[in-house]
């Protein structure tokens, strides 16, 4: 109604030269006609009178400029605000003094009503409504602006009017635009690309703190300039000190405004205290004459500049995807031309090579050889077995083990003992062969060839068997011979090895089903994620590098999801070492089936490709969480760096425990576990969790300790504490008679590791409770850390023990190892020079933002993505041959640590 009034008194006024009044009226219209530019009008208004001023100008005259409108009064008051009611030709403007501004305390929990007694706002161009320029009657470059101003108040309220030209309107390539904004002074311009380029990034820098948001929208009037409608069109971002966007062509074909809006709080910019927020706050926001208002001047500065060609594009993905396949041709050549070297297998004896069967015995004997009558069948011109202990092994390949641990072998076939097994058939030509299983082993490998081995022919006669004890339980009794001061891997790998490759296999096979039924909702989450981004314009939501992120249809940051493949290159190489070092290994076996058995480290490949599958799973899931980075799917970048180095733990502890090694099933319900505490520290990262995790994180150490330390022999139920209690009274009774020897533990070399085990995991634990939970740090990646650190310690305290035992490390593993330092150490570099943080709120994020580093495409964490893949592939390759010295060595003589 009020605009209509003033239209109706605006046309019935003499189009005169100076101020006309109309006495008559109720509301006196005081018409200033053919207002001047950059003239500052001051005037007191009231509910009597309205002001109205008539501004002309030539578009010629400004063709890279655009009008703003400054409006002050520092009377007004809300309960009877100042209005102001700009019209131009296509288009009407309006707003109130005092502008009011919605603001937030205490962390949005406290909403107030910030007031601004100023208000400066840009005109959109009238071409801008329309694509193309319309004819005018007067004249195609004369345009017109009318302004009213008029207030409610029956008191006197002063004001100021002033409009301008901005003549930096326009921005052109490179050029950097330099200017203040506040939450009533907004800002804009426009920008239209070259028609040689496609694709452009817009970087902003303040050194202000003050939150601000960033908007581009199609060219198109009105323009989305205030705090409450700037987030509802084109794409934005809340930022306080740096940020970048990429802008194409396809989107804003023609052409974009660029929006500036300075926030009347900065509760959208931070992830501080409640307490903090309200001292800056209060700090930020005081109230100033000078000011109008809250004080909060923002310096804004910013650059439009070309982003990368096409060329470059097709360079950098091109070049990254060469590299992993000369990585391919390289790891091949290393491995045919490095490191090769015969492998002297020891070979079994057929028929012609064994003398007339009789009893024999050794002058010299170890603990655990027994000197026995075995049956060995002869089959396809070849004896398999010429021992006991090798009957028994090849009923236990007849029968698998009873229960599930496979801890109880099975010695006997249908009722009958192993040595009845060979006479079970009639087509078998059988032998009877009495030696021990030393003698055949140190004939076939350690003594020279064509010395003859010493027997003796007992009287057999003067023995019986009642005589003595074989201490057979020595042998077949787990409880036994797992609790010897000193073990060998043949103590530990009884059972037969097709058994225990099947338990292996069921990792992968765990593995590839928990990955399908992973991934599939990953997928599915972040495209998500990625088409909200695009519906809604909220850049917020996605934790991108903006200085460095380069679009590729859907997808807004290619690089760092392409950046992943190296990931998944390398572990299909890597299964593809496993599966021919399997195949070469079996096809030995197959002539020579006692070196599954008796020699070298047990060979089991289940876990190495459960390994190759989980660096391609990292792959994948890395990719998909760069699709939107952000805190609610950080899990999905680490989930299987979790897994990888919980498996690498399990194939060190298999290397020489392949018998109590944990099964697939205990192995993936503790990563189940371990990535549910992985989503609570994030979601809920308080000090009551940190102190449960902690509680955890100590009590597992505990477990882990003494299930390594006693080899699995002992048992978690209501007497545990009586047989501590037990224990430590027979210790101290036996240090109070003077047996020092007490204090000694029975295996020193599984103490050393265990205690520094415990000690650097309580050091993990202090500082986490202690520093990271004091300042909310990121518990994902100090989870992640306390898994890595623990598979170092692992690792190098390996292959310390295998020097100190007097194992070599072969050249090749050692090539491994060497590589594999030479990229960890700089791939760390570039993980800890982020460029974005998930932890913090995006703007506080995009501090980290830095420009590309590699071809133009690649940031620092593309570089890391790169080099951590060599780098687990590399030491990957490590576990692979670590053991390669002991491929002819008997695993009676290899100790276990």
């Not at 030269?17 to 001047?36: H, K, Q, R, T, Y």
């Not at 249908?414 to 021990?436: K, Q």
């Not at 952000?630 to 194939?651: E, G, P, R, V, W």
Request: hydrophobic share 40%; glycine share 4%.
């Amino acid at each position: 109604m009020l605009l209509f009034l003033l239209l109706v008194r605006l046309f019935g006024l003499t189009n005169g030269g100076g101020v006309d009044m109309d006495p008559s009226a109720n509301n006196s219209i005081i018409l200033i006609e053919n207002a001047n530019m950059s003239q500052q009008y001051s005037y007191s208004v009231n509910s009597t009178s309205i002001y109205m001023f008539k501004y002309h100008y030539r578009h010629s005259e400004m063709p890279a400029g655009a009008v703003r409108v400054y409006v002050e009064s520092q009377d007004s008051l809300s309960s009877r605000p100042v209005l102001v009611v700009v019209r131009h030709e296509k288009g009407v403007l309006s707003w109130q003094l005092p502008l009011l501004v919605q603001a937030s305390l205490d962390s949005g929990k406290t909403q107030i009503k910030e007031q601004y007694r100023s208000v400066n706002r840009t005109l959109c161009p009238v071409d801008d409504y329309d694509k193309f320029r319309t004819h005018r009657e007067i004249s195609p470059d004369l345009q017109y602006i009318t302004i009213s101003v008029s207030t409610s108040s029956t008191y006197d309220t002063d004001f100021k009017l002033i409009v301008y030209v901005q003549e930096d309107y326009q921005v052109e390539m490179n050029e950097t635009r330099e200017f203040d904004v506040t939450p009533s002074a907004p800002q804009y311009f426009q920008f239209k690309f070259p028609d040689d380029m496609s694709i452009a990034i817009i970087s902003m820098d303040s050194p202000d703190n003050l939150c601000m948001t960033m908007s581009v929208q199609n060219i198109s009037c009105p323009v989305s300039d205030l705090e409450q409608n700037v987030e509802l069109e084109g794409i934005w971002q809340t930022v306080d000190r740096k940020t970048g966007m990429t802008i194409r062509r396809d989107l804003f074909p023609s052409g974009l405004h660029i929006v500036f809006v300075v926030k009347p709080d900065d509760h959208d910019c931070t992830s501080s205290s409640s307490y903090l927020n309200m001292q800056s706050f209060h700090f930020r926001n005081s109230v100033s004459t000078a000011c109008h208002g809250p004080c909060r001047f923002k310096k804004v500065k910013f650059t439009i500049s070309e982003k990368i060609t096409y060329e470059e594009y097709l360079t950098a993905t091109f070049g990254a995807f060469a590299m992993f396949l000369g990585a391919y041709v390289i790891v091949i050549l290393v491995s045919c031309l490095i490191c090769v070297r015969k492998r002297r297998i020891p070979h079994e004896r057929s028929l012609f090579d064994v003398p007339p069967p009789q009893p024999v015995s050794r002058s010299r004997s170890r603990y655990g050889s027994i000197s026995s009558c075995s049956t060995i069948s002869s089959l396809s011109g070849q004896i398999p077995a010429d021992s006991k202990q090798d009957a028994v092994e090849v009923n236990q390949e007849t029968v698998p083990d009873a229960k599930e641990d496979g801890d109880h072998e099975v010695n006997k076939v249908n009722g009958h003992p192993p040595e009845d097994v060979a006479n079970s058939s009639e087509e078998r030509e059988e032998i009877e062969v009495c030696e021990t299983v030393d003698g055949i082993e140190n004939e076939g490998v350690d003594e020279p060839e064509g010395e003859q081995m010493e027997t003796v022919e007992p009287d057999v006669s003067v023995f019986d068997e009642a005589d003595y004890d074989l201490l057979r339980d020595a042998d077949f009794d787990k409880d036994v011979f797992r609790t010897k001061t000193f073990l060998f891997v043949s103590d530990l790998s009884r059972k037969h090895p097709s058994v225990l490759q099947r338990k292996a296999m069921m990792y992968q096979w765990n593995l590839l089903t928990v990955s399908i039924f992973y991934g599939l909702p990953v997928v599915q989450l972040v495209v998500t994620y990625q088409q909200v981004l695009h519906q809604t314009g909220n850049e917020d939501l996605c934790y991108y590098n903006f200085l460095c992120a380069h679009p590729f249809g859907l997808l807004s940051d290619f690089n760092h999801v392409f950046s992943n493949l190296g990931y998944v290159m390398l572990g299909g190489l890597f299964m593809v070492f496993v599966w021919r070092r399997d195949f070469i290994y079996q096809g030995i076996v197959d002539e020579n089936p006692r070196i599954a058995r008796m020699y070298g480290i047990p060979q089991h490949s289940g876990l190495f490709y459960a390994m190759g599958l989980a660096l391609v799973m990292e792959g994948l899931m890395s990719g998909c969480y760069h699709i939107c980075p952000n805190h609610s799917n950080f899990q999905f970048d680490t989930a299987f760096m979790y897994t990888i180095a919980i498996l690498c733990m399990l194939k060190i502890y298999q290397f020489r425990h392949p018998d109590i090694n944990a099964n697939a099933y205990t192995a993936f319900g503790v990563l189940a576990f371990v990535i549910l505490i992985g989503m609570l520290g994030v979601t809920n990262s308080s000090i009551p969790f940190w102190i449960f995790f902690t509680g955890c994180h100590v009590i597992t150490c505990l477990v882990v300790s003494i299930q390594v330390y006693y080899m699995g022999r002992w048992k978690a139920n209501a007497g545990i504490f009586k047989r501590i209690w037990l224990m430590m009274y027979n210790d101290c009774c036996s240090l109070f008679m003077g047996a020092w020897h007490a204090l000694k533990p029975t295996y020193p070399d599984r103490m050393v590791l265990l205690i520094i085990f415990n000690l650097i995991n309580w050091g993990l634990s202090v500082y986490g409770i202690m520093v990271m939970a004091q300042n909310e740090g990121d518990f994902a990646s100090f989870l992640l850390g306390v898994f890595i650190i623990n598979l170092l310690l692992y690792t190098a305290f390996y292959i310390l023990m295998k020097i100190r035992y007097g194992e070599r490390i072969c050249r090749q593993p050692l090539t491994y190892i060497l590589l594999a330092s030479l990229c960890w150490a700089p791939a760390m570099y570039f993980f800890l020079n982020k460029s974005t943080s998930w932890n913090m709120a995006a703007a506080q994020s995009r501090h980290y933002n830095q420009s590309c580093r590699l071809f133009h495409f690649y940031d620092n964490h593309d570089i890391w993505h790169f080099l951590s893949a060599a780098a687990l592939f590399l030491s990957f390759m490590v576990l692979l041959t670590i053991d390669d010295d002991l491929t002819e060595k008997p695993r009676d003589k290899i100790p276990v640590f």
